[in-house]
């Protein structure tokens, strides 16, 4: 285990009087996560939950060498483990930046955990992940509509910019 790995698992905040740890994610994670991109799928305007394309894009994700997926639980290792919320964070080769930066994908908490801490516990993580992998800048994408989500990364320090995001889909 690596230091970035054994900081990760060292994160463990004190929730309503039981433990929420943040960890990489796993096979044995694929439902809790599925489950997860459910409900945010559900809020955003541009995607819809799709059980069978979720799953395959966190197993590729977890194939992924570059790719960092962890989630929060709460609970003992193992069986007793409950998937709370999940952040996946992947890298690219930014020529503005001139090094590599991170796209910041899927950060979600449970709708029944929000507003206790856990969310802000995630993107630490990912950000302190992207700091030790010398990343340049981070980047994620928000529904403009969800307020709360807007309101949660302006108090976590990231900018709105003049970039407007647009896709091109393949059938």
Known sequence: MNMLQQGIQGMVHKLVGKKVRIRDACMDDLAG???LLGELFSIETDFTPDIRRQRLGLVSLMKSRTATLLVAVIGKSGDSEKIVGMCTLQPL?????????????DLVVSHQWRGQGIGSMLLDAIEETAR???M?????LTDM?????????????WTRTSLINLRKLFP
């Not at 340049?136 to 994620?140: A, I, K, P, V």
């Not at 509509?145 to 320090?157: E, K, S």
């Open 33 to 35: 996560m599925t489950g």
């Open 93 to 105: 080769i930014s020529t503005a930046e001139g090094g590599t930066v991170g796209i910041v994908e």
């Open 132 to 134: 030790r992998q010398q």
């Open 136 to 140: 340049r800048r981070l980047q994620l």
């Open 145 to 157: 509509a969800n307020i709360p989500a807007m309101h949660f990364y302006d108090m976590h320090a």
